[in-house]
């Protein structure tokens, strides 16, 4: 049984037109596509970091408005991929277009596994993926993954009362007595072709995208190798085996009844132990894992 989400998660995300997803208890934005701004109003106001994947328009082009109406000094901080050329000029062209506007955004380029600290033990790691052609070295496409570190007593020290731990890290300093332990709250993979469950690794939150229901169709428009499709995602989740899958990227091709059905079919093939959720072309889905399932387990 999955247990309650730890973050509020919105969004929209359509294959061609527009992905953004806002997680409200980090003022963290995931890729900035057009109509962020209608879909989050003035809750747009608390972002904080802004992540976006790769330079495909519809993942960037809410950014312009955004920044006009809530960017300022040194806010929010955007992090793109660093072999990317279209942010910098971005960037420039901002602040040409709108030179009225109160500072400027701190623009950051990120190399894969770079990672950002979001504060309370929260960092932001990114990891090049290949949906973006690239040569070898360049990184010009990432996903995401959220990650919470905590620090660990080493076992050798857990025999140790509270008052003896407290004068051992006195004398030699947190570092040396504990170890640094990792989890995977969330994994965000943007815009990505088909890659290894191990690529993931375990995580409490899998936010996939799904631009097509089929491999047949994704081959035939000649995509097989920049996006994903959902028997494959399947695949990854039931090895994974996430608390919650959120799918998205579906292609306006379909409709929303076939994407339901699809997902059904498909996960309970699988016996899929996962309640998994669907951003369905052309909605702004707000707190995402607050709503009913299209898939639950019996």
Same mark, same amino acid.
């Given at each position: 049984?999955?247990?309650?989400? &730890?973050?509020?998660?919105?969004?929209?995300?359509?294959?061609?037109?527009?992905?953004?997803?806002?997680?409200?208890?980090? #003022?963290? @934005? +995931?890729?900035?596509?057009?109509?962020?701004?209608?879909?989050?109003?003035?809750?747009?106001?608390?972002?904080?970091?802004?992540?976006?994947?790769?330079?495909?328009?519809?993942? @960037?082009?809410?950014?312009?408005? =955004?920044?006009?109406?809530?960017?300022?000094?040194?806010?929010?901080?955007?992090?793109?991929?660093?072999?990317?050329?279209?942010?910098?000029?971005?960037?420039?062209?901002?602040?040409?277009?709108?030179?009225?506007?109160? *500072?400027?955004?701190?623009? !950051?380029?990120?190399?894969?596994?770079?990672?950002?600290? @979001?504060?309370?033990?929260?960092?932001?790691?990114?990891?090049?993926?290949?949906?973006?052609?690239?040569?070898?070295?360049?990184?010009?496409?990432?996903?995401?993954?959220? +990650?919470? !570190?905590?620090?660990? +007593? !080493?076992?050798?020290?857990?025999? +140790?009362?509270?008052?003896?731990?407290?004068?051992?890290? !006195?004398?030699?300093?947190?570092?040396?007595?504990?170890?640094?332990?990792?989890?995977?709250?969330?994994?965000?993979?943007?815009?990505?072709?088909?890659?290894?469950?191990?690529?993931?690794?375990?995580?409490?939150?899998?936010?996939?995208?799904?631009? =097509?229901?089929?491999?047949?169709?994704?081959?035939?428009?000649?995509?097989?190798?920049?996006?994903?499709?959902?028997?494959?995602?399947?695949?990854?989740?039931?090895?994974?085996?996430?608390?919650?899958?959120?799918?998205?990227?579906?292609?306006?091709?379909?409709?929303?009844?076939?994407?339901?059905?699809?997902?059904? &079919? *498909?996960?309970?093939?699988?016996?899929?132990?996962?309640?998994?959720?669907?951003?369905?072309? #052309?909605?702004?889905?707000?707190?995402?894992?607050?709503?009913?399932?299209?898939?639950?387990?019996?």
């Amino acid at each position: 049984m999955s247990s309650s989400p &730890a973050f509020t998660i919105s969004g929209y995300s359509t294959a061609r037109y527009a992905t953004w997803f806002f997680i409200d208890e980090l #003022g963290l @934005l +995931l890729d900035a596509g057009d109509g962020l701004i209608a879909g989050l109003m003035s809750k747009a106001a608390k972002i904080k970091h802004i992540a976006v994947s790769h330079p495909d328009r519809d993942h @960037l082009s809410g950014l312009l408005h =955004f920044l006009k109406l809530f960017g300022g000094q040194g806010v929010p901080t955007i992090y793109y991929p660093e072999s990317s050329g279209s942010f910098p000029a971005l960037a420039e062209f901002s602040q040409r277009f709108d030179p009225d506007q109160p *500072g400027r955004p701190d623009w !950051k380029p990120i190399a894969s596994g770079a990672e950002v600290v @979001l504060g309370s033990g929260l960092v932001l790691r990114a990891q090049a993926n290949r949906h973006v052609p690239c040569e070898s070295g360049q990184t010009k496409s990432v996903s995401f993954s959220l +990650l919470r !570190k905590i620090r660990k +007593l !080493k076992p050798e020290h857990r025999h +140790l009362t509270g008052p003896e731990i407290g004068a051992l890290k !006195k004398s030699l300093g947190e570092a040396a007595i504990t170890d640094e332990v990792e989890h995977t709250e969330l994994i965000y993979t943007a815009d990505t072709p088909i890659e290894p469950a191990s690529r993931w690794g375990p995580t409490k939150i899998l936010i996939h995208e799904c631009t =097509f229901l089929d491999a047949a169709t994704a081959e035939s428009k000649h995509q097989i190798a920049r996006h994903s499709y959902l028997d494959a995602v399947l695949d990854i989740a039931a090895e994974l085996q996430p608390q919650h899958l959120i799918l998205t990227h579906f292609s306006a091709r379909y409709g929303a009844d076939e994407i339901r059905e699809a997902i059904r &079919a *498909g996960a309970t093939k699988r016996q899929l132990g996962l309640p998994t959720y669907a951003v369905l072309p #052309g909605e702004t889905v707000h707190n995402i894992l607050g709503h009913v399932p299209v898939y639950a387990p019996a």
